[in-house]
């Protein structure tokens, strides 16, 4: 369960996010949209602990991240998994050590890191791209290597900023089905996007901000472009 | 741990030249450090040497007969500061004079015994007591004349202590700039590898998960640094032990016992491995916060 209440965060004099509330129950699939500085990936990284909201508090899971001391933030990332729409991958890692990484953080052992990354390059499609450096793979083979280095170590929360927007709509929707499958695991998918075709094509719940406020909050929401 | 090796391995290999740098900087303050540790050793073995020889001679008058020895003795031995008090006749003298210029025949011609003086070779125990033991001599009838090497072992202390001075001042001094350049150069790698480091933390990784990798580098680089230099130091010896006792002949300076060189390896790594550490320690914490 994600829960924000009242949630304000300034940059100096401009304000991200204006007493936003909203809650997200286990299991959910959510789009965060919005146009460009709308605050969704304020939102994002404020759920990342990247961020300390200014007022207001988010509770994850019945914890509130303003109590969680900056020593316990890695052990509470390591419940959330995340999609980057710049990727973040290692440049000079292969795919597989790429997403083993998300593993090897956690310290498992090498038998199982390979087992659980060898299964999920597979549920990704990108088997026989393991042995690959991300400068080899296309666009949308990067984002599924980010997809699966985010699910490998089985999160609750799957956090996507922009997972599509360097992406062609085909690839886009490859993308989006993958974290619906995902999310068909009793996974938790909370994912901001401007890419109203993609949001139109799924009937999903849709927090719509503007101007760093929640304009409007539907179950099976429609991104209608103004 | 194997993870964290591996990670430090990769860390090296891609920036070789830092790591060789580092490498090199160790191995300069661990050579130099042992280079004052092996000459402070050796001056103290030389000195320790000239202090155990008889450090004063007093020369007997032709005349002087055996009881006003024994009298000198035994005044030697009521002060309590002589530790050694050896009587050296003629004929032994002319022994003495001929061991020593046996491979100079013109030397030895014309030398009897009758005309080398017979002496008191006396050991004090302590350079202190040199002045005061000579002047007991030199009021003594039987005594023609007093010699002692109290210039010789004064100098030797005294190098001895300048070495060890100038070798701390050295040692501290390298061992600081060895501190500042690993800090340099891992803070330099933190920032080339800022955005790994980033997606490290957002995948929830700890912080000593981050920081230990550094500090392994660190450490390798003080622990390999601090090996070169104990071997490059070893060979030397070995290289150089017919020259230094040539140099040295009669002080028991060579061969350095294994056992002393093992343990002097042993402070050198552990040295090594605390400089290194504790370099990449100050650099994780300016650069990792």
Request: hydrophobic residues 45%; positive net charge.
């Given at each position: 369960?994600?829960?924000?209440?009242?949630?304000?965060?300034?940059?100096?004099?401009?304000?991200?996010?204006?007493?936003?509330?909203?809650?997200?129950?286990?299991?959910?699939?959510?789009?965060?949209?919005?146009?460009?500085?709308?605050?969704?990936?304020?939102?994002?990284?404020?759920?990342?602990?990247?961020?300390?909201?200014?007022?207001?508090?988010?509770?994850?899971?019945?914890?509130?991240?303003?109590?969680?001391?900056?020593?316990?933030?890695?052990?509470?990332?390591?419940?959330?998994?995340?999609?980057?729409?710049?990727?973040?991958?290692?440049?000079?890692?292969?795919?597989?050590?790429?997403?083993?990484?998300?593993?090897?953080?956690?310290?498992?052992?090498?038998?199982?890191?390979?087992?659980?990354?060898?299964?999920?390059?597979?549920?990704?499609?990108?088997?026989?791209?393991?042995?690959?450096?991300?400068?080899?793979?296309?666009?949308?083979?990067?984002?599924?290597?980010?997809?699966?280095?985010?699910?490998?170590?089985?999160?609750?929360?799957?956090?996507?900023?922009?997972?599509?927007?360097?992406?062609?709509?085909?690839?886009?929707?490859?993308?989006?089905?993958?974290?619906?499958?995902?999310?068909?695991?009793?996974?938790?998918?909370?994912?901001?996007?401007?890419?109203?075709?993609?949001?139109?094509?799924?009937?999903?719940?849709?927090?719509?901000?503007?101007?760093?406020?929640?304009?409007?909050?539907?179950?099976?929401?429609?991104?209608?472009?103004? | 741990?194997?993870?964290?090796?591996?990670?430090?391995?990769?860390?090296?290999?891609?920036?070789?030249?830092?790591?060789?740098?580092?490498?090199?900087?160790?191995?300069?303050?661990?050579?130099?450090?042992?280079?004052?540790?092996?000459?402070?050793?050796?001056?103290?073995?030389?000195?320790?040497?000239?202090?155990?020889?008889?450090?004063?001679?007093?020369?007997?008058?032709?005349?002087?007969?055996?009881?006003?020895?024994?009298?000198?003795?035994?005044?030697?031995?009521?002060?309590?500061?002589?530790?050694?008090?050896?009587?050296?006749?003629?004929?032994?003298?002319?022994?003495?004079?001929?061991?020593?210029?046996?491979?100079?025949?013109?030397?030895?011609?014309?030398?009897?015994?009758?005309?080398?003086?017979?002496?008191?070779?006396?050991?004090?125990?302590?350079?202190?007591?040199?002045?005061?033991?000579?002047?007991?001599?030199?009021?003594?009838?039987?005594?023609?004349?007093?010699?002692?090497?109290?210039?010789?072992?004064?100098?030797?202390?005294?190098?001895?202590?300048?070495?060890?001075?100038?070798?701390?001042?050295?040692?501290?001094?390298?061992?600081?700039?060895?501190?500042?350049?690993?800090?340099?150069?891992?803070?330099?790698?933190?920032?080339?590898?800022?955005?790994?480091?980033?997606?490290?933390?957002?995948?929830?990784?700890?912080?000593?998960?981050?920081?230990?990798?550094?500090?392994?580098?660190?450490?390798?680089?003080g622990a390999?640094?601090a090996?070169?230099?104990?071997?490059?130091?070893?060979?030397?010896?070995?290289?150089?032990?017919?020259?230094?006792?040539?140099?040295?002949?009669?002080?028991?300076?060579?061969?350095?016992?294994?056992?002393?060189?093992?343990i002097?390896l042993g402070t050198e790594l552990i040295a090594g491995i605390v400089i290194?550490s504790?370099?990449?320690?100050?650099?994780?914490?300016?650069?990792?916060?």
């Open positions: 369960m994600v829960k924000f209440e009242n949630v304000t965060k300034s940059f100096g004099t401009i304000t991200a996010l204006d007493r936003v509330s909203f809650k997200i129950e286990k299991g959910e699939f959510v789009f965060v949209i919005g146009p460009s500085g709308a605050g969704k990936s304020t939102l994002i990284k404020l759920i990342l602990k990247e961020y300390l909201p200014t007022e207001g508090t988010i509770q994850v899971d019945e914890v509130n991240l303003n109590e969680i001391p900056k020593k316990k933030i890695a052990e509470y990332r390591q419940k959330i998994g995340v999609v980057f729409q710049d990727f973040k991958l290692l440049g000079d890692g292969t795919v597989f050590e790429n997403v083993a990484l998300a593993l090897r953080v956690l310290g498992k052992k090498p038998d199982e890191i390979e087992k659980k990354v060898a299964t999920i390059l597979d549920l990704v499609g990108l088997k026989d791209r393991a042995p690959f450096f991300p400068s080899q793979l296309s666009g949308g083979e990067l984002q599924r290597v980010c997809l699966a280095r985010a699910v490998v170590a089985e999160p609750d929360i799957i956090l996507a900023d922009e997972p599509t927007g360097n992406l062609d709509l085909g690839t886009g929707r490859e993308i989006v089905e993958l974290l619906k499958k995902i999310n068909s695991t009793g996974k938790t998918v909370i994912m901001a996007t401007h890419n109203f075709e993609i949001v139109n094509l799924l009937s999903q719940r849709v927090i719509e901000l503007d101007k760093g406020k929640v304009i409007s909050d539907q179950k099976k929401g429609k991104y209608h472009l103004k | 741990m194997k993870d964290h090796w591996r990670t430090t391995w990769t860390h090296m290999r891609r920036t070789p030249y830092q790591a060789l740098a580092a490498i090199l900087i160790m191995f300069l303050t661990f050579l130099i450090s042992m280079v004052f540790v092996l000459t402070a050793g050796g001056f103290q073995i030389v000195l320790r040497y000239f202090e155990t020889r008889p450090q004063v001679t007093a020369f007997l008058k032709d005349e002087a007969t055996s009881s006003q020895v024994d009298a000198i003795k035994a005044k030697l031995a009521q002060t309590g500061k002589v530790k050694e008090v050896r009587y050296v006749s003629k004929e032994e003298a002319l022994s003495i004079y001929r061991e020593q210029n046996k491979n100079d025949p013109l030397l030895l011609e014309m030398v009897t015994a009758n005309i080398l003086p017979a002496s008191l070779e006396v050991s004090t125990e302590g350079l202190t007591h040199l002045n005061e033991v000579a002047q007991i001599l030199r009021d003594e009838q039987a005594v023609e004349e007093v010699i002692f090497q109290e210039d010789v072992v004064k100098t030797l202390d005294q190098w001895t202590k300048n070495i060890r001075r100038i070798g701390l001042g050295l040692m501290g001094f390298f061992g600081l700039v060895s501190i500042l350049i690993i800090l340099v150069i891992i803070g330099m790698k933190i920032t080339l590898r800022k955005d790994e480091i980033e997606i490290l933390q957002l995948l929830g990784a700890s912080r000593w998960y981050i920081r230990v990798p550094f500090v392994l580098e660190g450490l390798f680089y390999v640094g090996f070169l230099a104990w071997g490059i130091i070893y060979l030397l010896l070995l290289y150089l032990t017919s020259f230094i006792l040539s140099f040295f002949q009669g002080i028991s300076l060579l061969p350095v016992s294994p056992i002393f060189m093992l002097l290194g504790l370099g990449s320690l100050l650099a994780v914490k300016r650069y990792l916060k």
